[in-house]
């Protein structure tokens, strides 16, 4: 919603369901989780968006996983998230980081929740 119009916009494309938003440090790029329905399952990632509402981008995306609370790093370079695979034999969500291009994507805790960056 723009503050001084009060216009309303949806951003995000229909078939995903956004969670856990996240605002970069200037406030130019919006991270999200997100899950989409695929065939007879799903699949779950982690995507970016401007805040004008151009430029959206799935940086990781995987049937059957679950993406939690991406956030930034304080230099904008980074996002930390959970992640989550019972087919892969998971029992607990992991904490895994990558660029904010979706390169360099690596655990960095095998269990973790509510995890945050420290400068």
Do not use: C
Not at 48 to 55: D, Y
Not at 82 to 111: C, K, Y
Request: aromatic share 10%.
């Amino acid at each position: 919603r723009d503050i001084d119009t009060g216009k309303e916009q949806i951003l995000i494309t229909p078939n995903m369901t956004p969670r856990s938003p996240a605002f970069n440090y200037n406030g130019t790029l919006l991270a999200y989780s997100f899950e989409a329905q695929e065939g007879e399952g799903r699949r779950g990632g982690i995507a970016t968006i401007r805040t004008n509402g151009t430029g959206q981008q799935v940086l990781i995306s995987e049937p059957g996983t679950t993406f939690s609370q991406p956030l930034w790093s304080p230099d904008g370079e980074w996002l930390l998230f959970g992640r989550f695979n019972r087919a892969e034999g998971e029992t607990t969500q992991g904490l895994w980081v990558m660029r904010r291009d979706g390169s360099e994507v690596h655990q960095i805790a095998p269990v973790g929740l509510r995890a945050k960056w420290v400068p």
